[in-house]
């Protein structure tokens, strides 16, 4: 396959002008366009938010659009910027999206593309087959998230710890409650039974026998 | 074989490679980082890396933080060059609250961006060297590298986790004394650098040892995700200072340099040539920002009242200060629903912040893209077949930085 960047030994030197024909080639309304005569209905909510455009599809297409970007001529949607998921509890049937980041290098487009899946059976297939970046992405969603990458190769915790029984960045875990008084954790200044900074070990504080002697009074 | 000398015990598996543990605490690791190397001999035959060592769970705790408080986390990504994620990060609030930042602010920002990536990119090459044997090198730069944090001090006060800026702009006008801190880093730093360049680029020992370890291709690369020096160095010229201008890096002249091969002696030429690039832009911006004369000097944020605090002055003095100040400071300002995705060109390739609002006071969501963690993946495909001691020198050259990692 002959890659289609200039892959120079020298320097590349930019210019403004350059930069104006490669953000214009590529619009918005044609992907759209291309994308409805492709999937037709199945693909939905097109939006462009604060430039880039957003859309939706079935979870059981996720890998026939994102080929369909990838191979098709005009598209060249290549390079994958970003995976991860977000969690709309509210949503009955569809909790969790997963969120593609999508650019084409060569015509400088970006968009975004989701699948929304049920979070009681959170199936999703996986893109490692399209980019070898997926594969630490998609283990950092199913990490957090706990959506099911089929077809993974190696789909196990990444950053946390391989015994952690639950997907912590789900909404029914929410961070805890900095003002409670109920917990022992005594060595960040809450509750505790050894009384650190209480008057029991008299860590800065006045000991029994000393009491009397306040403001220098000999007694 | 022939002869079995060594009696094994019954039940055990005859095995013919060796399994090494590099890390979590290694000195070579340069972080906290495993990577469980198994051997034949001394040729690397599979890697299998563990990482989350430091995993601090940032983007859970954005959840419940109003905008201006998630800029010290994002200090803690890549430490390295604190700045290029603060300002990614105010440039994403600003592009979800549709701020336009005055061109003083943006020439301040570059100035600022691009000290933090020569400091960033001076650690990556100088460990290099030290991985292949050179301390000299590491420890002459680093005298350079403590100026760069001595301007850093003046304008915000701290050196590592910098926390530098606001949404808007800055919290207050650089000082004299930080002009002439970076006058003198601009005089004084060309030279040393060169040196820098003597006494590796043409050096025997550290070309052998850099030469072809580590090398992947234009196209393994992007299907990687790599990103920045890396990407660059394997000949694709992406770059998105000049791919999605921001901060107004558009007024600027400067090259994106890329090699060819993509092995650690051209992710070190990248580098040391965008070293060079910085300083140009460093050099062009502190000029624009001294063309700015009278009241145009003064200005150094955007008029954002919802979001930078007011004057102390007027605090103290006015009514609507006040309020605002305290609701700033409360985090009691509800911002506008969206999503945005915006990246910057961090020190190690494209630093992005995808922030979900729903229209509620701190953000729904907030996923960093960390460009380390992305390519680290690829550590495997990139020693396969190398040597032991190619292991050590691809992990340094690869830049790879253990916070922006685990996230």
Not at chain 2, 109 to 133: F, K, P, T, Y
Not at chain 2, 183 to 197: A, I, M, N, W
Not at chain 2, 347 to 373: I, K, M, Q, W
Request: proline share 4%.
């Amino acid at each position: 396959m002959v890659w289609p960047f200039r892959i120079l030994a020298e320097h590349f030197r930019f210019s403004n002008s350059q930069i104006f024909k490669l953000i214009m080639s590529l619009s918005n309304e044609y992907i759209k366009q291309k994308l409805s005569e492709k999937f037709g209905e199945q693909v939905l909510g097109f939006e462009e938010s604060y430039g880039m455009l957003s859309f939706e599809a079935p979870k059981e297409m996720n890998l026939k659009v994102m080929n369909f970007l990838f191979d098709s001529d005009d598209l060249k949607f290549r390079f994958l910027t970003d995976l991860c998921a977000v969690h709309y509890p509210d949503q009955k049937g569809k909790e969790i999206a997963v969120v593609y980041h999508l650019h084409n290098l060569e015509d400088n487009v970006r968009l975004r593309f989701k699948v929304f899946t049920d979070v009681g059976k959170p199936d999703v297939y996986t893109a490692t087959g399209l980019f070898s970046s997926a594969n630490w992405m998609e283990r950092e969603t199913y990490d957090f998230y706990g959506v099911n990458f089929i077809g993974h190769p190696n789909l196990k915790r990444i950053l946390n710890v391989d015994e952690m029984d639950y997907f912590p960045m789900r909404k029914e875990f929410p961070l805890e409650d900095q003002s409670r008084i109920d917990k022992d954790d005594e060595m960040f200044g809450r509750g505790g039974t050894l009384g650190f900074g209480t008057e029991k070990t008299g860590h800065g504080t006045l000991i029994e026998s000393d009491k009397g002697n306040i403001g220098g009074e000999i007694v | 074989m022939s002869e079995q000398h060594i009696k094994l015990p019954e039940g055990s598996i005859e095995k013919t490679t060796t399994t090494l543990n590099l890390g979590p605490t290694h000195p070579a690791t340069h972080g906290v980082m495993q990577n469980i190397l198994e051997l034949d001999g001394e040729r690397i035959v599979s890697t299998e890396q563990t990482i989350g060592y430091i995993h601090r769970a940032f983007e859970k705790i954005a959840e419940r933080r109003p905008l201006y408080q998630i800029t010290p986390l994002t200090d803690r990504l890549n430490y390295c060059s604190s700045p290029i994620n603060n300002m990614g990060w105010h440039l994403t609030c600003e592009k979800l609250l549709g701020v336009k930042t005055p061109k003083r602010v943006d020439y301040l920002r570059i100035i600022i961006m691009e000290l933090a990536r020569i400091s960033d990119h001076l650690i990556c090459n100088s460990i290099v060297g030290v991985d292949s044997g050179a301390y000299t090198g590491f420890l002459y730069v680093m005298q350079y590298r403590e100026l760069i944090y001595e301007i850093y001090e003046e304008i915000c006060g701290s050196r590592l986790t910098t926390n530098i800026g606001r949404i808007g702009g800055f919290e207050r006008n650089f000082n004299d004394i930080a002009f002439q801190k970076i006058e003198k880093f601009l005089k004084e730093y060309p030279d040393v650098q060169r040196e820098f360049e003597k006494l590796f680029t043409r050096n025997r020992i550290f070309m052998e040892r850099t030469i072809g370890a580590g090398p992947i291709s234009a196209e393994r690369a992007l299907n990687y995700g790599f990103t920045g020096p890396n990407l660059r160095a394997a000949g694709v010229d992406f770059d998105v200072r000049t791919q999605n201008p921001y901060s107004s890096y558009e007024d600027f002249d400067f090259k994106v340099p890329v090699g060819t091969t993509g092995d650690c002696y051209d992710r070190f030429l990248v580098r040391n040539e965008e070293i060079w690039q910085s300083l140009s832009l460093i050099e062009q911006a502190y000029k624009k920002v001294q063309d700015f004369k009278g009241a145009d000097a003064e200005i150094y944020h955007a008029d954002v009242p919802e979001y930078y605090l007011p004057d102390k002055k007027d605090v103290y003095t006015k009514m609507e200060a006040l309020i605002w100040h305290f609701k700033i400071i409360m985090g009691e300002i509800d911002m506008p629903k969206g999503e945005v995705y915006n990246s910057v060109e961090g020190a190690n390739g494209e630093l992005g912040f995808y922030l979900v609002s729903d229209g509620s006071r701190t953000p729904y969501r907030l996923h960093f893209r960390r460009p380390c963690f992305i390519y680290y993946q690829a550590y495997e495909e990139l020693t396969k077949g190398a040597m032991l001691s190619d292991a050590i020198i691809v992990m340094s050259s690869l830049n790879l930085i253990a916070g922006e990692m685990d996230g």
